[in-house]
């Protein structure tokens, strides 16, 4: 069954360093689409990502999924995190620090599935560190964990913010190979916070790029970045 579109028209005053700056962001996300969000540091992508599940309030405006409304300011709607089923890491995720590798991804799932467990632990190269606390990990291998936690609930919709910053580069590529794969299998809805085109050009097939609080361009990403010369399509 195809999951619902996600209907976002929304504002929020930003109170950055250097000012207030308005966030207008108005978007249809189709069902089962990888769209990345694409934009300078400051921009509001991240707290476009925590309007989406829940975290932080807009200003005013709705946000629909399909006929669900989880955000109406008029109606003084605000349907909470928990309910939305949105798998998401963000930059500053933390995991329990008292909970195994393995305890940690099992806590994320709202149904026990230990088969999945062990596919995600396989999935992102940490079978051998399943019994470990996380403090005994690196920094690329905690983020593994983390994302392997979102994805252990089975979201409907998955928000990665910077997912793969302290992965190496043969890790990022395998990584996303099989996020890809396994996410487009399952059609869940997914968006991504990426500074890097080439990454971009891997994994989505939309662009939104933010600039000044709104929405510049939009397209897929080889239209969006023809002007960037550095870019190599693969
Ligand atoms: N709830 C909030 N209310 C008002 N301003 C906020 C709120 N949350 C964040 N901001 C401000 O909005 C600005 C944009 O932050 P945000 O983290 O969303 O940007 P970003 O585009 O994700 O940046 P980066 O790429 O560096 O992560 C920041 O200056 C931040 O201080």
């Known amino acids: 069954m195809e999951n619902p579109v996600i209907y976002i028209d929304i504002e929020k005053e930003l109170i950055t360093p250097s000012g207030k700056m308005n966030l207008i962001f108005k978007s249809e996300i189709a069902s089962g689409e990888l769209l990345a969000l694409f934009g300078a540091s400051g921009e509001g992508k991240t707290t476009l990502l925590r309007m989406l599940a829940g975290l932080t309030k807009p200003d005013k405006g709705i946000i629909k999924y399909g006929e669900k409304v989880w955000f109406d300011s008029d109606k003084g709607i605000h349907v909470a995190a928990q309910n939305r089923n949105i798998g998401f890491m963000f930059q500053d995720y933390a995991l329990f620090p008292n909970m195994t590798i393995e305890g940690n991804i099992r806590f994320a799932q709202t149904i026990p599935d230990e088969e999945m467990v062990d596919q ?26 983390a994302l392997a936690r979102a994805l252990a609930r089975k979201p409907d919709i998955l ?21 890809k794969k396994a996410y487009q299998f399952k059609q869940t809805t997914m968006i991504i916070v990426s500074h890097d085109p080439a990454e971009i050009l891997r994994l989505a097939e939309r662009i939104i790029c933010i600039e000044d ?16 010369e550095i870019i190599t399509f693969e």
């Open 159 to 179: 928000l990665l913010d910077e997912p793969f910053s302290s992965l190496d580069y043969k890790m990022r590529l395998s990584i996303q190979k099989e996020i």
């Open 120 to 145: 995600l632990l396989e999935l992102f190269g940490l079978t051998g560190f399943r019994k470990q606390k996380p403090d005994k990990l690196s920094g690329g291998q905690k983020q593994r964990v």
């Open 213 to 228: 609080g709104a929405i510049v361009r939009t397209g897929t990403p080889k239209e969006v970045f023809a002007d960037y």
